[in-house]
């Protein structure tokens, strides 16, 4: 198994990442991205770790991390769950693109490679072979599946320019030559691999933007727009201990006529595919199940800060409080047991691969913009200007002229100032510094804008089965007949 280590080796190659006008150099060294980069190497770590049992026996005999896993039944699931819960928790549910995110995009296209075969037979050994690639190799794959925000009423063909959303080039006889740009990528500036496609609906006249490949993310002309660091320029971990830990960056990614080996390519020039890569196989399913065992260690994490304030507070006595921690609890408890119950009543597909089962996985997603806002609304009524009278940081609760007064005024009635501002300070970072800005921007848009998401829900619940049941309802009285005698 992958060692932290190993991972941060990994990364000294020659990647290309901008931020704040200049090259970074070694991307193990930049303050943008050192805190990350610990962080992901802690994950490798705790896989790596046998008494964690994060690792499975692999349908070819090797050993793998359970990320990788392709499940084949309930219990398959569960494994994956606790794997994953266990990386979340590391996190606080606060890295939303760990490795464990793509690599279950990437499971499900090998649990169901017939999907690929239907562009030619290669296309299938090629995803399968890339699959257990990243998978013997413990790889950390990132991904940019969105065409870049110019003109949303347009087709990808019909913008003013060829080239601006990621585009086949050229083709040669040994791979393919991309050329324009792709959003978000969420950790590429410190993942292994790139995984590029589409996931909005392509048009007819999209065929050259109808692609799927991979690409390291050292290829010569990968660009990445790193859009600035929240982990940067802070005092300390104390004072921002989320955005100094768990900035995952996000980058605007530019093909700079970058060339992709046929072995490399998954899905060429061929609309149907692309959308059927997602939903025809358990991807989609299986990586918002990821997404909510994370959303879930989330939300009891910030229940957790929430609990903790009141107490410090003293307002936890307060009918009306607990009223608001009883809505926090519920909130989070109905998101949990969705999560469950998608597991519990998962499906089983014809190849034999299990996935969660999507009227209860796409009930939270399609919930999941208001869940986040209304937590958030209650952590900030909550807090109050508590997370404002906190010292500018650290120092001045340790410096000689300063101290004395932060510990006679700043602190709680049964808890020291230290205590206090420390949690105050990471309440801060979950409700208003950058970080958490832009933690609000994440669960509101990772999965698709808002009227995207509710499409799914829309689409997954299965009406047939609420509408039966009016059905029967309505069958079961009729129309009085006359009782008179015209
Ligand atoms: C923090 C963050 C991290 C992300 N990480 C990743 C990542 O790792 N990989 C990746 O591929 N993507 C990532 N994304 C991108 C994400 O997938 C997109 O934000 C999402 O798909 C929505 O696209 P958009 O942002 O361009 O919004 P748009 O599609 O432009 O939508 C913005 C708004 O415009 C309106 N609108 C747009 N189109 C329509 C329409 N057809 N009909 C009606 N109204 C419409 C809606 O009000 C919508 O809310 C990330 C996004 C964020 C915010």
């Known amino acids: 198994m992958r060692t932290g280590q190993q991972y941060m080796d990994s990364l000294k190659d020659n990647r290309c990442i901008y931020i704040d006008g200049e090259r970074v150099q070694d991307v193990t060294k930049h303050p943008a991205f050192t805190g990350i980069i610990q962080t992901v190497a802690k994950l490798y770590d705790i896989s790596a770790d046998e008494t964690n049992k994060m690792t499975y026996t692999t349908e070819d005999g090797t050993i793998a991390n359970k990320i990788y896993m392709i499940p084949r039944s309930r219990e398959d699931l569960k494994e994956r769950r606790e794997?994953?819960?266990?990386?979340?928790?590391?996190?606080?549910g606060f890295v939303g693109r760990s490795p464990d995110h793509v690599a279950a995009f990437l499971a499900s296209f090998a649990g169901a490679a017939h999907v690929f075969e239907r562009g030619g037979e290669r296309f299938k050994d090629n995803i399968i072979h890339f699959y257990k690639q990243v998978r013997d190799n413990d790889l950390y794959v990132s991904y940019v599946i969105i065409p870049p925000q110019v003109d949303r009423s347009k087709a990808a063909h019909e913008l003013d320019e060829k080239y601006v959303a990621m585009a086949v080039y050229e083709e040669r006889e040994d791979g393919i030559i991309i050329r324009g740009s792709q959003m978000l990528g969420t950790g590429s500036a410190v993942s292994d691999y790139l995984f590029c496609s589409v996931i909005s609906p392509l048009r007819p006249g999209d065929e050259d933007y109808a692609i799927s490949f991979a690409v390291p993310m050292d290829?010569?002309?990968?660009?990445?727009?790193?859009?600035?660091?929240?982990?940067?320029?802070?005092?300390?971990?104390?004072?921002?201990?989320?955005?100094?830990?768990?900035?995952?960056?996000?980058?605007?990614?530019?093909?700079?006529?970058?060339?992709?080996?046929?072995?490399?390519?998954?899905?060429y020039k061929n609309i149907d595919i692309v959308?059927?890569?997602?939903?025809?196989?358990?991807?989609?399913?299986?990586?918002?199940?990821?997404?909510q065992i994370r959303f879930t260690t989330k939300l009891k994490f910030m229940i957790g800060v929430a609990r903790k304030i009141a107490e410090i507070n003293g307002t936890d006595k307060f009918p009306q409080v607990q009223e608001k921690l009883g809505e926090l609890?519920?909130?989070?408890?109905?998101?949990?047991?969705?999560?469950?119950?998608?597991?519990?009543?998962?499906?089983h597909d014809e190849n034999g691969v299990v996935r969660p089962n999507p009227r209860y996985l796409y009930g939270i997603v399609g919930m999941q913009d208001t869940i986040y806002s209304s937590v958030i609304k209650v952590l900030r009524e909550l807090a109050g200007g508590g997370v404002l009278q906190g010292p500018s940081s650290y120092k001045e609760l340790i410096h000689p002229d300063t101290a004395a007064d932060i510990q006679k005024y700043i602190r709680g009635g049964n808890a020291d100032s230290t205590q206090k501002i420390q949690l105050f300070k990471l309440a801060w970072d979950i409700i208003g510094s950058e970080f958490g800005g832009?933690?609000?921007?994440?669960?509101?848009?990772?999965?698709?804008?808002?009227?995207?998401?509710?499409g799914y829900a829309y689409r997954n619940y299965g009406y047939q089965e609420a509408?039966?049941?009016?059905?029967r309802f309505l069958h079961s009285y009729e129309l009085p007949q006359p009782t008179y005698t015209p």
């Open 329 to 347: 609890a519920s909130i989070a408890s109905c998101v949990e047991g969705m999560m469950l119950a998608s597991e519990y009543e998962c499906l």
């Open 438 to 454: 832009r933690h609000q921007q994440y669960e509101m848009f990772y999965n698709g804008a808002p009227f995207v998401v509710k």
């Open 83 to 92: 794997a994953i819960r266990k990386w979340s928790e590391a996190t606080c």
């Open 219 to 267: 290829a010569p002309g990968l660009k990445l727009y790193a859009r600035p660091s929240y982990a940067q320029n802070k005092p300390s971990t104390f004072d921002y201990p989320l955005s100094t830990q768990f900035d995952e960056s996000d980058s605007f990614v530019v093909f700079d006529d970058v060339f992709i080996p046929w072995e490399q390519v998954f899905i």
């Open 467 to 471: 509408v039966g049941l009016v059905d």
């Open 275 to 291: 959308r059927a890569q997602f939903h025809e196989t358990p991807a989609h399913a299986l990586g918002n199940n990821q997404a």
